[in-house]
């Protein structure tokens, strides 16, 4: 089994309100479709929840009623997202669960400090795929935080122990600066765990930590002796060619 991250710098226009890239969902699915692969799939939030999230300082934790409508704005609007999702796994006849974290998971100062991965196990025996996404959860210190795609990618991965884990971004892997400002970035296309580099915090409204965040997440899944690709979701067949094992345009990270 593979898991699969879409992030919500490809799946939506992160600069524009709930804005999703339908035809780049439906694209992603049909390369999935076509790999075959038995897949746990996990989408961020773009701007379904960053922008949201970010005007109601809800990665704060709870600290005043005014934040009440925007945990209802957040949960609501990336429920919205993921059911365009799911809308498109099933027009290609990938019939899935979907698994909001709000359900399943429980944090404490903002570390997961409880996973419920029953359903994910239940789904799975019988053939349905999973399909989970970045939510905003309860807290038992802050009241509510913030549940991180990628967190929960890490977590999904030290317990079911994937084949390989591939997340789908914006550019074409990891870079040894920041491509975004630096025109001269390397592309790095295999590298041991130990050697990632300590990126920046995205420039974009993120509160879940932007690429730093998600490099960190990648080094701790790499240590469970998982290889993790990145790859360019906005290029066709990237994802295709990784979940397939064909050598694409990418960054591999090797687990050990
Ligand atoms: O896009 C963030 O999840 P991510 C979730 O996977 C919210 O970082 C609600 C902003």
């Not at 997340?167 to 765990?193: H, M, N, S, T």
């Not at 995205?202 to 932007?210: A, C, E, H, L, M």
Request: hydrophobic letters at 40%.
């Amino acid at each position: 089994m593979i898991i699969v991250k879409l992030g919500g710098s490809v799946i939506t226009d992160k600069k524009r309100e709930n804005r999703a890239r339908k035809k780049v969902i439906d694209r992603l699915v049909r390369e999935i479709k076509k790999s075959k692969k038995e897949i746990i799939l996990v989408h961020g939030a773009g701007s379904f929840g960053h922008i949201h999230a970010k005007e109601y300082k809800l990665d704060r934790g709870f600290k005043s009623r005014n934040q009440l409508k925007g945990f209802h704005i957040t949960h609501s609007s990336v429920r919205i997202l993921n059911q365009i999702v799911m809308s498109s796994l099933y027009n290609h006849d990938i019939f899935s669960v979907s698994l909001p974290p709000l359900s399943f998971v429980e944090m404490n100062n903002g570390k997961l400090k409880y996973i419920d991965l029953k359903c994910f196990e239940e789904s799975i025996s019988i053939g349905l795929t999973p399909v989970t996404f970045g939510d905003i959860v309860f807290d038992d210190e802050l009241g509510f935080s913030i549940c991180s795609g990628d967190i929960l990618v890490l977590n999904l991965s030290r317990y079911f122990k994937p084949e390989k884990v591939i997340f789908v971004i914006d550019e074409d892997g990891i870079f040894d600066k920041d491509p975004k400002k630096y025109k001269d970035a390397k592309l790095l296309r295999e590298i041991k765990y130990d050697d990632l580099p300590v990126a920046e915090k995205s420039i974009y409204t993120d509160v879940t930590g932007g690429m730093g965040g998600k490099i960190e997440v990648i080094r701790e899944i790499a240590k469970e002796d998982i290889d993790v690709l990145v790859v360019n979701g906005n290029k066709r067949d990237r994802l295709f060619g990784s979940l397939t094992g064909k050598k694409v345009k990418g960054t591999l990270v090797i687990g050990g």
